[in-house]
């Protein structure tokens, strides 16, 4: 069974811990425990070693990811940082590809938009979907075809809290949308919280053109960024405009994986998603007994 990768758009809730040591900075309990596991959720282990790090190490990392001053102590900033909307994907340094490398074996690749928000008219959505498909679809030699019945290699929708694939939804703010990587099944779907107040730029809400290009580029393929500048870096951005464009990281990523606009021999070498393998600690496709072709946004709808 190939692997599927998912990625949230999330706050993760609290967990407990006591009492406070010394690289809690002098932040509160609550502040405390939220950074608990926020590390243990994005900076699981140690990628070399394999092993699990001390909350002091995971500070550390997370501190060099997101290029500041590396102290092993919690901080305001990173506090900030860690209560914003974001992708439920662990960290990594620059651009980075799925552990595994997953990706669309075939020069089209197919797309169907299952179901709406009431907050957008239908043909607005549309038109945002493609608009964010055709700024992946300018870098390299990969298009994307929208077909209106049956099953597409990416199936985006609309939905709220459980929706079948084993992550829920949970109302307006933390939760935003969530996408799988490549592969069979829910590989390469998207999926966006109903409950979120979507937009197409012109006024206060989630920015759907924003929020579908990031999820797109994991439904290519790619983890995140640590360039603040890149589609793909983890947080959730305000007030793009509509000049929104991919960053040279987020091309250099895309790059990676397919090759560029001339380089048609990168699709003969390009590999269907990998079989085996545990990645790096994020949840799996074949690990989740509930998660399965058969969720409701996988189907009419």
């Given at each position: 069974?190939?692997l599927?990768v998912?990625?949230?758009?999330?706050?993760l809730p609290s967990?407990l811990?006591?009492?406070l040591?010394?690289?809690?900075?002098?932040?509160?309990?609550?502040?405390w425990?939220q950074?608990?596991?926020y590390?243990?959720?994005f900076?699981?282990?140690n990628?070399?070693?394999?092993?699990?790090d001390?909350?002091e190490a995971?500070?550390?990392?997370?501190?060099?990811?997101f290029r500041?001053?590396?102290t092993?102590?919690?901080?305001p900033?990173?506090?900030?940082?860690?209560?914003?909307p974001?992708?439920?994907v662990?960290?990594v340094?620059?651009?980075?590809?799925?552990?595994?490398q997953?990706?669309?074996?075939?020069r089209?690749v197919?797309?169907?938009?299952?179901?709406?928000t009431?907050?957008?008219?239908r043909?607005t959505?549309n038109?945002l979907v493609a608009?964010?498909?055709?700024?992946w679809?300018?870098?390299i030699p990969?298009?994307f075809?929208?077909v209106?019945a049956g099953t597409?290699d990416?199936m985006?929708g609309?939905?709220?809290?459980?929706?079948g694939?084993y992550?829920p939804?949970?109302?307006?703010?933390n939760?935003l949308?969530h996408?799988f990587?490549?592969g069979?099944?829910?590989?390469?779907?998207?999926h966006?919280?109903?409950?979120?107040?979507?937009?197409?730029?012109?006024?206060?809400?989630i920015n759907?053109?924003?929020t579908?290009?990031?999820?797109?580029?994991?439904s290519?393929g790619?983890g995140?960024?640590?360039?603040?500048s890149?589609?793909?870096?983890?947080?959730y951005?305000?007030?793009?405009?509509?000049?929104?464009?991919l960053?040279?990281?987020?091309i250099?990523?895309?790059?990676?994986?397919?090759?560029?606009?001339y380089?048609?021999?990168?699709l003969?070498?390009?590999?269907?998603?990998?079989?085996?393998?545990?990645g790096n600690?994020?949840?799996l496709?074949?690990?989740?007994?509930n998660?399965?072709?058969?969720?409701?946004?996988?189907g009419?709808?």
């Open positions: 069974m190939r599927t998912l990625c949230a758009l999330c706050l967990g811990a006591s009492p040591p010394r690289e809690a900075g002098g932040m509160s309990e609550p502040q425990r950074a608990q596991d590390l243990r959720r900076y699981p282990f990628s070399e070693t394999r092993e699990a001390s909350f995971r500070l550390k990392r997370m501190q060099t990811f500041l001053p590396v092993g102590v919690l901080t900033r990173l506090v900030e940082i860690m209560q914003k974001r992708c439920g662990p960290d340094a620059d651009y980075s590809l799925f552990p595994t997953p990706k669309w074996n075939s089209v197919t797309y169907r938009v299952i179901s709406y009431r907050d957008l008219p043909v959505v038109q608009k964010a498909l055709a700024l679809s300018r870098e990969l298009s075809r929208r209106l597409a990416i985006i609309f939905a709220r809290g459980a929706h694939d992550y939804f949970d109302g307006p703010g939760t949308a996408a990587a490549p069979p099944g829910l590989g390469g779907d998207a966006f919280d109903e409950d979120e107040r979507w937009t197409d730029g012109s006024r206060l809400g759907f053109l924003v579908a290009t990031h999820e797109l580029g994991h290519l790619l995140h960024s640590s360039d603040p890149a589609v793909m870096y983890p947080t951005r305000v007030g793009e405009s509509k000049n929104f464009r960053s040279p990281d987020d250099k990523g895309i790059q990676k994986l397919y090759g560029n606009i380089d048609f021999t990168s003969l070498r390009a590999g269907v998603p990998q079989q085996e393998g545990l600690g994020y949840p496709g074949k690990a989740c007994p998660l399965t072709s058969k969720s409701p946004l996988r009419e709808t």
